[in-house]
C-alpha cells in the first residue's frame, strides 16, 4: 500500500473554492516535486475526487498526461505521461473537485442551527479525500493555501491570513506559507466564525475560534493554552515553531481534538466552557485535551513518525505530557489520580487475548485508524512514564530535547528516541523498553513477604497477566525487564522507597530489619504498567492501613484486586472487604475506582440473586456510603474545596447509578425542576447525575423538557448532558424516541455513537437497541463515523447473553467495518470474559451478603 519513495513532494500550492452551503468544492494544486529518472507516471493519493484537468512540467517544457489511471485498492491516481521526466525538479498542476463529506473526514458539512461550515479531519489518511496528495507520514512538504469563499465566511488555517481580496460577493484569502508538515496536519475551516481578542505566550498569539455566539465561552481555553504552551517552550528548549496558535471549535467533530499545525481543532465540549456551570471534571479534561494537543506541535508536528506503526510516539508522549503540564499548572487538581483513571481502560483491553503491542505493524488506512485507542494513548503513556521514573525526568528531558533537535521538521522512529536517551543516560535503554513496545500484554507481580536473619524480604514473581482463567500455564511464561518501585511502610518514622529492575522471573528485594517493616506494597504511586497481587498476609496489613497508601495506590489496589477476581486468581469477598474501608474515603478519585467494578456487578451477577438479593446489595451499599453522602449534604458549604464537591458528586453517582437508593434517586427527582429553571440550583459537579437519574424514571414529559434544554443550551457541556441523557430513559415509549432521533439532525454525527453507547448500557434499552442498529443499519451506517466504529462495537458485550455475541458475529460478518476489526474481535471476546465471570461469582457473591438459594 506504500508509495515509492521517489518522486518526493516539496511545495504544494492550494487555491481552494468552497462555499459550505453547497455539496461540492473544487481546487486547483501545483505541486512542485523532487523526481528520479525514467519517471513514467507520478502516483498520488486521492479519493473520491474528480479530476478536470493535469499536465505536468520538467526542465524540458510542459509533458502531456495521457491518461489518468484510477488504483482503487491502493486509494490512488497514476498521472501517466507521454514522455518520461528529466531527473529532477518538476511540477504538476491538477484541477479537481470533490463532495463535502458527510462522514466527519477529509473536508466535510458541519452544521450548528441553520449554519453551514466545511472543516477538514485528515488524519489518518483522510488527505486525499480533500487534493491529491502523498499522503504518507514521511512525505512531509511546505504548504501554501488560498482560499475563495462567500464573503460573509471567515477562514483558519495553519498559516496566518497574509491579505484579502474582496471581488463582488467574494473573498480569498491568502495564508502563510507553512514550514514542512505531513498532510494529515493540513487544516482548513471556513464559515460564519468569530474570534476571541488575541492572547499571548512570549511572541505567540494564541485565539480562539468559534460559531457566533460563542466567543464569551473562549476565556479559559485562552488561559489554558497560554500557561500550556509556556510550559512546553521551557520542557522541550525550542520556541513554538508555528507562529500563530488559532484553537478552533468545530460544530460536529469525530475525536475529541486534532493537532493540526497552528490550527488545532477541537469538539466544542473540549474548548468552550462557562466557569460558573461547568464541572471541575469537564474544567480538567478540557486543560488536559488542550495541553495534549499543544505537546503535539514538537512532538507529532515538528517531529514526525516515519509511518503509522510508529503513532504511539506521537500519541504516548502527548498524553504523558499533558498530565504532566497540567499538574504543573494546577497541582490542587491531582492530575495523576486522573491519569490512573484514564489508563483503567488499557489495563482492560491489554489483559484480553486480542490485545495488540505499543507498536503494530500497519499496512493499510484502516489499521492506522483503529490503532487509536487505548494501548497507544494510555498504555503508550504509561511506559513514558515508566521511563522517565526509571532515568530521572533530567536526564530523560535531556534525552527528549536531543531527539527533537536533531529531527526537527523531518521524521523519525522509536529507535531514534532510544538512541537520543541512551546519549543522554549514558546506559542502555532499548533491552528494557523493547519488550514493553514489541509485545502485547502486561506482567502480573506477585509478592509475598518473608523473613530471613532477621530481615524483610520481598519475593516479586512474575509472568504475563490475563483476565481468561483458562489461558494455560505455558502462555503466561513470560519475563521482561520491569522498574519496580516498592513503597515499605516502617513501624517508626516516614515510609521509604526501595527500587528493583525485575529482569526475571522472581527476584529478592530487600526492605530492611523485619521490625521495622510493617508492610510493602508492590507498585509505589502507580509507576510501572503491572498488576500488582499481595499475598494474604500483606494484602490484610494493607487493608487495614489503607489510608498510609497515598491516593493513587489506593485507586491502583482496588483496580489490581479486581483484575484479580476476574482472572480467578482472588476472591471476590478479599475485593468486597474492601469497599466498607471507603466509608471515610476523601479522595473522589478513589470512590470512583470502586465504582466501575460495583457497577459491573450490579448489572452482571446482581439481576440473577433475586428481589431480596439485589435489595441486599442496594442496602450493603448504601451502609457504606449514605452516611457519607447525607453529611456532605446537597448543597456545597461557603469556599468549599473543590476536591469535596467532587466527593459529594462520586458518593452520589454510587448511591444512585450503581445501588440506584430509592431516597437517592427520589432526592435527584425532586432536584431536576429547578435545575432545569436554572443552571445555577445545582453545583456544577452534581448537575451531570442528576439529569442522568431524573431520567431513569422520567416521563414523556420530562423527555420533552430534556429536548427543549438541549436545543436551548448555553454551553457545550450543558447540550452534551441532556443530550446524552435521552438514552437513560427506561420508558419503551421514550427509549424508541430516543433512538429515532439518533437518525435526525437534532443529534450531530459525533454525538450518535455516544448517544447508542450509552443506550447499551441501560438495561431497559439495550437490546431494542442492538435490534435497532441492526435493522436500521442502512439509514445509521451514515452516521457511525470510521473513527468512532470500534467504540459502538466494542460496547456490544453491554447484551451479555451469549445469543447476542452470536448475532454480534453474524451481523459484522455480513456488514463488515474495516476500522473496527479488532474491536469486534475484543468484544467477542468480552462476551465470553464476562459471562465466564458472572457465572463464578454469582455464588461467592450469594455466600457474600448471606443469601440462601
Same mark, same amino acid.
Not at 474582496?166 to 502563510?176: D, L, N, P
Given at each position: 500500500?506504500?508509495?515509492?519513495?521517489?518522486?518526493?513532494?516539496?511545495?504544494?500550492?492550494?487555491?481552494?473554492?468552497?462555499?459550505?452551503?453547497?455539496?461540492?468544492?473544487?481546487?486547483?494544486?501545483?505541486?512542485?516535486?523532487?523526481?528520479?529518472?525514467?519517471?513514467?507516471?507520478?502516483?498520488?493519493?486521492?479519493?473520491?475526487?474528480?479530476?478536470?484537468?493535469?499536465?505536468?512540467?520538467?526542465?524540458?517544457?510542459?509533458?502531456?498526461?495521457?491518461?489518468?489511471?484510477?488504483?482503487?485498492?491502493?486509494?490512488?491516481?497514476?498521472?501517466?505521461?507521454?514522455?518520461?521526466?528529466?531527473?529532477?525538479?518538476?511540477?504538476?498542476?491538477?484541477?479537481?473537485?470533490?463532495?463535502?463529506?458527510?462522514?466527519?473526514?477529509?473536508?466535510?458539512?458541519?452544521?450548528?442551527?441553520?449554519?453551514?461550515?466545511?472543516?477538514?479531519?485528515?488524519?489518518?489518511?483522510? =488527505?486525499?479525500?480533500?487534493?491529491?496528495?502523498?499522503?504518507?507520514?514521511?512525505?512531509?512538504?511546505?504548504?501554501?493555501?488560498?482560499?475563495?469563499?462567500?464573503?460573509?465566511?471567515?477562514?483558519?488555517?495553519?498559516?496566518?491570513?497574509?491579505?484579502?481580496?474582496?471581488?463582488?460577493?467574494?473573498?480569498?484569502?491568502?495564508?502563510?506559507?507553512?514550514?514542512?508538515?505531513?498532510?494529515?496536519?493540513?487544516?482548513?475551516?471556513?464559515?460564519?466564525?468569530?474570534?476571541?481578542?488575541?492572547?499571548?505566550?512570549?511572541?505567540?498569539?494564541?485565539?480562539?475560534?468559534?460559531?457566533?455566539?460563542?466567543?464569551?465561552?473562549?476565556?479559559?481555553?485562552?488561559?489554558?493554552?497560554?500557561?500550556?504552551?509556556?510550559?512546553?517552550?521551557?520542557?522541550?528548549?525550542?520556541?513554538?515553531?508555528?507562529?500563530?496558535?488559532?484553537?478552533?471549535?468545530?460544530?460536529?467533530?469525530?475525536?475529541?481534538?486534532?493537532?493540526?499545525?497552528?490550527?488545532?481543532?477541537?469538539?466544542?465540549?473540549?474548548?468552550?466552557?462557562?466557569?460558573?456551570? +461547568?464541572?471541575?471534571?469537564?474544567?480538567?479534561?478540557?486543560?488536559?485535551?488542550?495541553?495534549?494537543?499543544?505537546?503535539?506541535?514538537?512532538?507529532?508536528?515538528?517531529?514526525?513518525?516515519?509511518?503509522?506503526?510508529?503513532?504511539?510516539?506521537?500519541?504516548?508522549?502527548?498524553?504523558?505530557?499533558?498530565?504532566?503540564? +497540567?499538574?504543573?499548572?494546577?497541582?490542587?487538581?491531582?492530575?495523576?489520580?486522573?491519569?490512573?483513571?484514564?489508563?483503567?481502560?488499557?489495563?482492560?483491553?491489554?489483559?484480553?487475548?486480542?490485545?495488540?503491542?505499543?507498536?503494530?505493524?500497519?499496512?493499510?488506512?484502516?489499521? !492506522?485508524?483503529?490503532?487509536?485507542?487505548?494501548?497507544?494513548?494510555?498504555?503508550?503513556?504509561?511506559?513514558?512514564?515508566?521511563?522517565?521514573?526509571?532515568?530521572?525526568?533530567?536526564?530523560?528531558?535531556?534525552?527528549?530535547?536531543?531527539?527533537?533537535?536533531?529531527?526537527?521538521?523531518?521524521? !523519525?522512529?522509536?529507535?531514534?528516541?532510544?538512541?537520543?536517551?541512551?546519549?543522554?543516560?549514558?546506559?542502555?535503554?532499548?533491552?528494557? +523498553?523493547?519488550?514493553?513496545?514489541?509485545?502485547?500484554?502486561?506482567?502480573?507481580?506477585?509478592?509475598?513477604?518473608?523473613?530471613?536473619?532477621?530481615?524483610?524480604?520481598?519475593?516479586?514473581?512474575?509472568?504475563?497477566?490475563?483476565?481468561?482463567?483458562?489461558?494455560?500455564?505455558?502462555?503466561?511464561?513470560?519475563?521482561?525487564?520491569?522498574?519496580?518501585?516498592?513503597?515499605?511502610?516502617?513501624?517508626?518514622?516516614?515510609?521509604?522507597?526501595?527500587?528493583?529492575?525485575?529482569?526475571?522471573?522472581?527476584?529478592?528485594?530487600?526492605?530492611?530489619?523485619?521490625?521495622?517493616?510493617?508492610?510493602?506494597?508492590?507498585?509505589?504511586?502507580? !509507576?510501572?504498567?503491572?498488576?500488582?497481587?499481595?499475598?494474604?498476609?500483606?494484602?490484610?496489613?494493607?487493608?487495614?492501613?489503607?489510608?498510609?497508601?497515598?491516593?493513587?495506590?489506593?485507586?491502583?489496589?482496588?483496580?489490581?484486586?479486581?483484575?484479580?477476581?476476574?482472572?480467578?486468581?482472588?476472591?471476590?469477598?478479599?475485593?468486597?472487604?474492601?469497599?466498607?474501608?471507603?466509608?471515610?474515603?476523601?479522595?473522589?478519585?478513589?470512590?470512583?475506582?470502586?465504582?466501575?467494578?460495583?457497577?459491573?456487578?450490579?448489572?452482571?451477577?446482581?439481576?440473577?440473586?433475586?428481589?431480596?438479593?439485589?435489595?441486599?446489595?442496594?442496602?450493603?451499599?448504601?451502609?457504606?456510603? =449514605?452516611?457519607?453522602?447525607?453529611?456532605?449534604?446537597?448543597?456545597?458549604?461557603?469556599?468549599?474545596?473543590?476536591?469535596?464537591?467532587?466527593?459529594?458528586?462520586?458518593?452520589?453517582?454510587?448511591?444512585?447509578?450503581?445501588?440506584?437508593?430509592?431516597?437517592?434517586?427520589?432526592?435527584?427527582?425532586?432536584?431536576?425542576? =429547578?435545575?432545569?429553571?436554572?443552571?445555577?440550583?445545582?453545583?456544577?459537579?452534581?448537575?451531570?447525575?442528576?439529569?442522568?437519574?431524573?431520567?431513569?424514571?422520567?416521563?414523556?414529559?420530562?423527555?420533552?423538557?430534556?429536548?427543549?434544554?438541549?436545543?436551548?443550551?448555553?454551553?457545550?457541556?450543558?447540550?452534551?448532558?441532556?443530550?446524552?441523557?435521552?438514552?437513560?430513559?427506561?420508558?419503551?415509549?421514550?427509549?424508541?424516541?430516543?433512538?429515532?432521533?439518533?437518525?435526525?439532525?437534532?443529534?450531530?454525527?459525533?454525538?450518535?455513537?455516544?448517544?447508542?453507547?450509552?443506550?447499551?448500557?441501560?438495561?431497559?434499552?439495550?437490546?431494542?437497541?442492538?435490534?435497532?442498529?441492526?435493522?436500521?443499519?442502512?439509514?445509521?451506517?451514515?452516521?457511525?463515523?470510521?473513527?468512532?466504529?470500534?467504540?459502538?462495537?466494542?460496547?456490544?458485550?453491554?447484551?451479555?447473553?451469549?445469543?447476542?455475541?452470536?448475532?454480534?458475529?453474524?451481523?459484522?460478518?455480513?456488514?463488515?467495518?474495516?476500522?473496527?476489526?479488532?474491536?469486534?474481535?475484543?468484544?467477542?471476546?468480552?462476551?465470553?470474559?464476562?459471562?465466564?465471570?458472572?457465572?463464578?461469582?454469582?455464588?461467592?457473591?450469594?455466600?457474600?451478603?448471606?443469601?440462601?438459594?
Amino acid at each position: 500500500m506504500r508509495l515509492p519513495k521517489v518522486p518526493r513532494p516539496e511545495q504544494y500550492d492550494l487555491h481552494l473554492t468552497v462555499d459550505p452551503a453547497k455539496p461540492r468544492f473544487s481546487g486547483e494544486l501545483q505541486l512542485a516535486l523532487e523526481v528520479g529518472p525514467d519517471t513514467r507516471a507520478l502516483e498520488l493519493h486521492a479519493v473520491d475526487l474528480e479530476i478536470d484537468s493535469s499536465e505536468v512540467e520538467d526542465a524540458q517544457g510542459v509533458v502531456k498526461v495521457a491518461r489518468v489511471r484510477p488504483n482503487p485498492e491502493r486509494e490512488t491516481l497514476s498521472f501517466v505521461l507521454e514522455r518520461a521526466l528529466a531527473p529532477g525538479r518538476a511540477s504538476l498542476r491538477v484541477r479537481y473537485s470533490g463532495p463535502l463529506r458527510g462522514d466527519l473526514r477529509g473536508l466535510y458539512l458541519a452544521r450548528s442551527g441553520k449554519r453551514r461550515y466545511a472543516a477538514t479531519q485528515l488524519e489518518a489518511a483522510d =488527505a486525499r479525500r480533500f487534493f491529491p496528495c502523498f499522503d504518507e507520514p514521511e512525505f512531509k512538504a511546505r504548504f501554501q493555501l488560498k482560499l475563495t469563499t462567500p464573503a460573509k465566511n471567515r477562514a483558519v488555517s495553519n498559516g496566518a491570513v497574509t491579505r484579502t481580496e474582496r471581488r463582488g460577493a467574494r473573498v480569498t484569502y491568502h495564508f502563510a506559507e507553512t514550514p514542512k508538515l505531513s498532510t494529515y496536519l493540513v487544516a482548513l475551516v471556513v464559515g460564519e466564525l468569530e474570534s476571541s481578542p488575541p492572547k499571548r505566550a512570549g511572541k505567540t498569539p494564541i485565539r480562539v475560534w468559534c460559531v457566533p455566539g460563542k466567543k464569551k465561552l473562549a476565556g479559559f481555553a485562552l488561559e489554558c493554552a497560554v500557561e500550556s504552551l509556556r510550559r512546553l517552550e521551557k520542557y522541550f528548549g525550542l520556541p513554538y515553531p508555528y507562529g500563530k496558535l488559532d484553537l478552533i471549535a468545530v460544530p460536529d467533530f469525530e475525536f475529541g481534538a486534532m493537532e493540526n499545525a497552528g490550527a488545532v481543532t477541537f469538539r466544542e465540549t473540549l474548548l468552550l466552557v462557562d466557569e460558573k456551570t +461547568v464541572s471541575l471534571a469537564e474544567k480538567k479534561r478540557v486543560a488536559e485535551v488542550i495541553a495534549h494537543e499543544l505537546a503535539h506541535m514538537w512532538y507529532g508536528d515538528l517531529v514526525t513518525m516515519a509511518w503509522w506503526d510508529d503513532l504511539w510516539l506521537n500519541e504516548a508522549f502527548a498524553t504523558w505530557m499533558a498530565f504532566k503540564v +497540567v499538574d504543573d499548572w494546577k497541582p490542587e487538581w491531582e492530575m495523576w489520580l486522573d491519569f490512573e483513571s484514564h489508563r483503567a481502560p488499557a489495563f482492560a483491553l491489554d489483559a484480553m487475548e486480542n490485545t495488540h503491542p505499543i507498536y503494530v505493524a500497519v499496512n493499510s488506512p484502516s489499521e !492506522a485508524t483503529e490503532n487509536f485507542d487505548v494501548i497507544t494513548y494510555e498504555k503508550g503513556a504509561s511506559l513514558v512514564r515508566m521511563l522517565e521514573s526509571w532515568l530521572g525526568p533530567n536526564v530523560f528531558r535531556a534525552g527528549v530535547r536531543r531527539y527533537i533537535r536533531r529531527h526537527r521538521e523531518s521524521n !523519525a522512529r522509536a529507535g531514534d528516541l532510544w538512541r537520543a536517551l541512551e546519549e543522554a543516560a549514558k546506559r542502555p535503554v532499548t533491552p528494557v +523498553v523493547a519488550p514493553w513496545l514489541e509485545r502485547p500484554g502486561f506482567p502480573l507481580v506477585s509478592g509475598r513477604r518473608v523473613e530471613r536473619g532477621g530481615q524483610a524480604i520481598l519475593i516479586a514473581e512474575q509472568e504475563r497477566f490475563f483476565a481468561n482463567p483458562k489461558v494455560d500455564a505455558n502462555t503466561r511464561l513470560e519475563t521482561r525487564p520491569i522498574p519496580l518501585v516498592v513503597r515499605v511502610r516502617k513501624t517508626r518514622g516516614k515510609d521509604k522507597s526501595v527500587r528493583a529492575l525485575a529482569e526475571s522471573s522472581a527476584i529478592e528485594i530487600a526492605l530492611g530489619r523485619s521490625d521495622e517493616v510493617r508492610w510493602a506494597y508492590l507498585n509505589a504511586d502507580e !509507576a510501572s504498567f503491572i498488576r500488582a497481587l499481595h499475598d494474604g498476609a500483606l494484602l490484610r496489613a494493607l487493608g487495614q492501613d489503607l489510608l498510609r497508601l497515598r491516593p493513587v495506590e489506593r485507586m491502583g489496589l482496588l483496580g489490581h484486586q479486581w483484575a484479580a477476581v476476574r482472572a480467578s486468581i482472588a476472591r471476590l469477598a478479599d475485593w468486597l472487604d474492601l469497599v466498607p474501608r471507603l466509608a471515610s474515603e476523601s479522595e473522589p478519585d478513589v470512590l470512583a475506582a470502586a465504582a466501575g467494578p460495583l457497577a459491573w456487578l450490579a448489572d452482571h451477577p446482581v439481576p440473577h440473586i433475586g428481589e431480596r438479593g439485589a435489595q441486599r446489595f442496594q442496602e450493603w451499599l448504601a451502609e457504606v456510603f =449514605a452516611p457519607a453522602f447525607e453529611a456532605a449534604g446537597w448543597k456545597p458549604e461557603k469556599r468549599e474545596p473543590e476536591k469535596a464537591r467532587q466527593r459529594r458528586a462520586a458518593l452520589l453517582s454510587l448511591l444512585g447509578s450503581v445501588a440506584e437508593h430509592p431516597a437517592t434517586l427520589d432526592a435527584a427527582e425532586s432536584r431536576i425542576g =429547578a435545575y432545569l429553571k436554572s443552571r445555577t440550583a445545582l453545583d456544577a459537579n452534581l448537575a451531570g447525575p442528576v439529569v442522568e437519574l431524573a431520567a431513569r424514571r422520567g416521563s414523556k414529559a420530562r423527555f420533552e423538557q430534556y429536548l427543549r434544554a438541549m436545543k436551548a443550551a448555553r454551553t457545550p457541556q450543558e447540550r452534551t448532558r441532556f443530550e446524552l441523557a435521552l438514552g437513560s430513559f427506561r420508558d419503551p415509549a421514550l427509549v424508541e424516541r430516543a433512538l429515532e432521533t439518533s437518525l435526525t439532525e437534532l443529534i450531530p454525527t459525533q454525538d450518535v455513537v455516544p448517544l447508542l453507547i450509552r443506550m447499551l448500557a441501560n438495561p431497559a434499552a439495550r437490546e431494542r437497541t442492538w435490534e435497532f442498529i441492526r435493522d436500521r443499519w442502512k439509514d445509521l451506517s451514515p452516521r457511525v463515523s470510521p473513527g468512532l466504529a470500534g467504540r459502538l462495537v466494542g460496547a456490544l458485550p453491554a447484551l451479555q447473553k451469549p445469543l447476542y455475541k452470536q448475532q454480534v458475529a453474524a451481523f459484522f460478518a455480513s456488514h463488515p467495518i474495516p476500522t473496527a476489526a479488532r474491536a469486534l474481535r475484543q468484544a467477542l471476546e468480552r462476551f465470553d470474559l464476562d459471562t465466564e465471570l458472572r457465572e463464578r461469582t454469582l455464588p461467592e457473591l450469594r455466600a457474600y451478603l448471606h443469601l440462601t438459594v
